[in-house]
DNA sequence: GATGAATGAGGATTCATTCAT
DNA sequence: TATGAATGAATCCTCATTCAT
């Protein structure tokens, strides 16, 4: 019965997960543009025809990968959180979901972080759903850790994404045996996120001192029009 | 006649780089790969050819820019910074320097942040060679900090590229109306790196209590082999 | 077990049918080369492999639509004409037999006038046997016509094909809602054949008097070497 | 300063012109859908992508073949037409006008006759507008000759297209040195519509005696789902 | 009888680049 | 300096057809 879209699911998904896998290590590697549907053949040892049984445009086997990551990062979350009472467990915990997934599947993470602007179109649009609800995961987090602990007037939006910044940007330096294994790592990213790098404990305010972040919009002008 | 190599200056300079400020746009909206040189024609009202005596090839066009733009960066770098005694101050300037950059200039900067991979080469080697200099300069002034304050016993690879990630990453978030303005933006970021997000001052030993963080490499075993 | 070439005849031969019927309204509306047999899959419900037990090549399919079709007109024209003495009557017949046809399955119709040299090699020499000793009974009625009722010393090709232009050209335009029902049809048909468009009855010769005309050969050469 | 689509204008209109012309060619006699580009550049011995220099899509090469057919033949046909008081001379040089077209350009006729729906969006409609404008000249014509000379009670559209089908069904069967020279072919094409091929004067009504054609409707019932 | 899975060949189109002028 | 015209190479994708089951 099955005609392109749904064939029978046995082989079909094993071999949709082999070639999912696969591409996402040349399209980490090459790079989506750069990787040609006859580069996944070669590597699937596939015929280049036999492999459009298998999704319909190579733009619909960037976002399978992408889709999948979104799906096990969020469907791993709610397995792993608890109702805990303590907010700040639970960004851990989030912090953990993310990073042991990417230091696990760093192809699929770069091309996750990489990738993001390849899509168009409705593809695009679904992802972009998906990482909408994933990261308003976080943010509640840390809207409630604001609210909660008293906060020290962080801005949302700055906060969030600086932590997503640290952990997203990893595929670009980490080296699995140069840096720190994954428990570490994940530890020392929140130790960062959570106190900062600096030692002391008191907050010292006003603790900068710089004539010119108190200019304000001026301060940068010099900036203007490269170079 | 002047031939390629040594035109003169004078013109060629300034329509060089209204070449380099028009290609950075396109480069940042479209990706380096899905820009055509014929992209570039368009939008500079140039030929296709004519565009050709400005450089040899498209990736030596995203060579150009994004040399342009590290050499800025360390050249700026380097008349704002004076031999202070006081290390977190300089790393502040950095920063300041980095973001005043990245944010008046956000086309380039997304070049430099997401095109890194798409030279090859020779271009490629020279880029690397720009910013391993410029992440050294940051680096060294984070591992002066550990030393001399004393230390929290950071990774110092994992405090760089922190640091630098939180940076790199407001390109795909940053909104200039939506987000705060670059002096408060610059303050906020250096307040979650420098004293964290949490509100209290002690830091606190063992702060965390995670299971799965004491187990050490086994503890995410279960991201192994997606999905 | 029934092999290609001698299949169980019942069963076959009706779904054989089916698969003609529904492939020539997709002939008729794609055309042939658009169509991919996929298309043919889909629309009888039947897996792409599983049509190929009813023909061998696409082309052939094409040829048995044709071919059917031919058959189908030549032998009901045999069964409907009687050796009647009057030509004019067996040339009516003989439209009759067609436009009823055609107006009747107007998909085959469209196939076999449009896709006319869509076939090659031996399929193609078949149906131009038999689509000769068709267009033959026709000009032996016309060529009787002539030479009995005495005739306007017309060009018997040219006779015979405006007969057969004005008939089969009706798939481009006929619409059952908005046209004539079918015995109107015919009759209007054979009457402009027969009599011509004009009212009076008496030929009037010479006719015409354009001076484009008269010129003969070089009439036209204004027409050389468009535009 | 010209960049695809209105390239200068010299040079380029002239090749163009040979690039149609050679592409008609081709398309009559293989058909559109056969036709690869490939086989247009062999033809023209331009290179594959040269050819792109002058069209953007190979559908876009159709439709201009075909308007610049229409718009010739329009254009001569106004040029050729005086106000004349005869409407059957202005019906018979609308038909030289066709002809004569059709048959001093055998393959641009071919390819409109025959490639018409080869078309899809903006290119159809554009020429379905062209095409309808110029049916509607003649449509017009035969209108005028109904109501003034008295008519035979003819349907306007059947009328109209029965001349549209003897002329443009000559390209499935007329050999130049087979068939009638231009002038002479004219004649007895226009003597047919105009006359009919019957010798006699007067209209016999009711001409016809066969009993089907009475019946009306169910007249050719039989031919319901061939075969 | 029927189908899921696979493939070789070929198709349209794009692109970076060149060269004569 | 600048460009119109041209091209080889590569890219994504479709298609008719097959074959083991």
Not at 15 to 37: D, N, P
């Amino acid at each position: 019965m099955a005609n392109r879209g749904e064939p029978s699911t046995r082989h079909y998904d094993e071999k949709l997960q082999q070639i999912l896998k696969t591409s996402a290590k040349i399209f980490a590697e090459k790079g989506f543009h750069r990787t040609s549907v006859r580069d996944i053949a070669r590597a699937t040892s596939m015929s280049l025809a036999g492999l459009y049984y298998y999704f319909r445009t190579k733009e619909e086997l960037l976002f399978l990968i992408q889709e999948q990551c979104f799906l096990t990062l969020v469907q791993r979350w709610e397995k792993a959180v608890k109702p805990e009472t303590d907010v700040r467990s639970r960004i851990r915990i989030f912090a953990e979901n993310h990073l042991g997934f990417f230091l696990h599947n760093m192809y699929e993470m770069k091309v996750m972080a990489h990738e993001d602007e390849s899509l168009t179109g409705e593809f695009q649009e679904k992802i972009l759903v998906l990482k909408r609800s994933y990261v308003k995961i976080l943010m509640d987090l840390i809207e409630e850790l604001e609210s909660q602990e008293g906060g020290k007037g962080l801005d949302l939006r700055a906060a969030t994404f600086s932590l997503f910044g640290m952990m997203n940007w990893i595929y670009t330096w980490y080296h699995p045996k140069r840096d720190l294994p994954l428990a570490k790592f994940v530890e020392q990213m929140l130790r960062i996120y959570f106190f900062g790098v600096l030692k002391g404990g008191k907050v010292q305010e006003p603790w900068f001192t710089s004539s010119s972040s108190e200019t304000g919009k001026e301060a940068f002008s010099l900036w203007q029009n490269l170079p």
